[in-house]
């Protein structure tokens, strides 16, 4: 089945003929791309749930996420070092992956992304990739995708499961090729649609991370037509290493908590959880918070060791958080 928003439905009914289309509801068109693959977990976990009911008997619990542009497979043929690649289709890709023993041990299982000369690696190793991911949801039940998130929505589920103990596998035997399309498919927001161009250069595709940056109360507020979520996580990939960290030396990475955000190609970053603390034994160049303020103790923030004029970011929810 395609999974779409109400927005882009008609052009998958239209495009998509031979398929079963599943249109959100409208609440979606308004929320991150992470929105997808909620929804989908949500309604497998309900089908799982009624068909074991039916058929007392343990059923195959992994659920397919896949984007609408993955086009080809290739398998790595034979274990020598310069091992050639051939073409294989989904069925030989997840049959293949069906007969692993043992495979309900696995919260998800990934395979690798395909890049030209790309070195061979391991066959099997925890990575992450989400063009492709089987997710267990027996095992992942009580972990959810972000609704908010535009950006690595399928990498911010993939700590949620490392922190809570849940096992990973990637498949680097079989890569998969991405494609691209002209219609339908978009993994984020067309900023020259929605942003004026005072804040958003078509040319050189940057966004002006100055004009994001406001006091509350301030009467000159720019308002945009975007949702609040996009323009955080625009403004930490693109504003972190001029904006928030750019005094910091690079040499000591920023420590987000229970959260994760792309910082930019610049800036080094390490992420984990609370209960993961007394195990960090470096210095930070910064801290980020995203809503978890309330769970951090003092005690907690004093296992920590920052280096001379760390910065601290704080993402909350109201001036009062």
Not at 52 to 76: E, G, H, K, Y
Not at 249 to 256: A, F, N, V
Request: aromatic share 12%; hydrophobic share 40%.
């Amino acid at each position: 089945a395609v999974v779409s928003t109400q927005s882009t439905g008609d052009l998958y009914i239209n495009k998509w003929t031979n398929h079963v289309i599943m249109v959100l509801p409208e609440s979606a068109d308004h929320q991150g791309y992470g929105v997808y693959q909620y929804w989908i977990k949500r309604f497998a976990a309900v089908n799982y749930r009624l068909e074991r009911q039916r058929r007392a008997v343990n059923c195959w619990p992994f659920i397919l996420l896949m984007q609408d542009n993955c086009a080809t497979w290739t398998m790595s043929a034979g274990d020598s070092p310069g091992r050639s690649e051939k073409s294989v289709s989904l069925r030989t890709v997840l049959s293949h992956i069906e007969r692993t023993p043992e495979l309900g041990k696995f919260a998800a299982v990934y395979t690798s992304f395909w890049r030209a000369n790309s070195k061979t690696s391991a066959p099997f190793d925890r990575g992450f990739t989400g063009c492709l991911q089987l997710i267990n949801i027996d095992l992942a039940r009580d972990l959810e995708f972000n609704r908010e998130r535009y950006m690595n929505q399928g990498l911010e589920f993939y700590r949620l499961l490392n922190y809570a103990g849940l096992t990973t596998c990637r498949f680097n035997l079989f890569k998969t090729q991405l494609r691209f399309l002209k219609s339908g498919g978009e993994t984020t927001i067309s900023p020259d649609k929605v942003l004026p161009v005072s804040v958003y250069n078509p040319s050189t595709q940057a966004i002006a991370v100055s004009k994001l940056i406001t006091m509350p109360d301030k009467a000159e507020t720019l308002a945009l037509p975007v949702p609040s979520h996009y323009l955080l996580e625009c403004f930490l990939h693109q504003g972190a290493s001029e904006v928030l960290f750019g005094s910091v030396p690079k040499s000591y990475p920023i420590l987000q908590l229970d959260c994760y955000f792309s910082l930019g190609e610049s800036v080094n970053t390490v992420s984990t959880s609370l209960q993961n603390l007394p195990n960090l034994n470096k210095e930070f160049g910064g801290l980020i918070l995203y809503f978890s303020a309330q769970r951090l103790r003092t005690l907690q923030l004093r296992t920590l060791k920052f280096v001379a004029g760390a910065k601290l970011c704080l993402i909350a929810r109201g001036r009062n958080y």
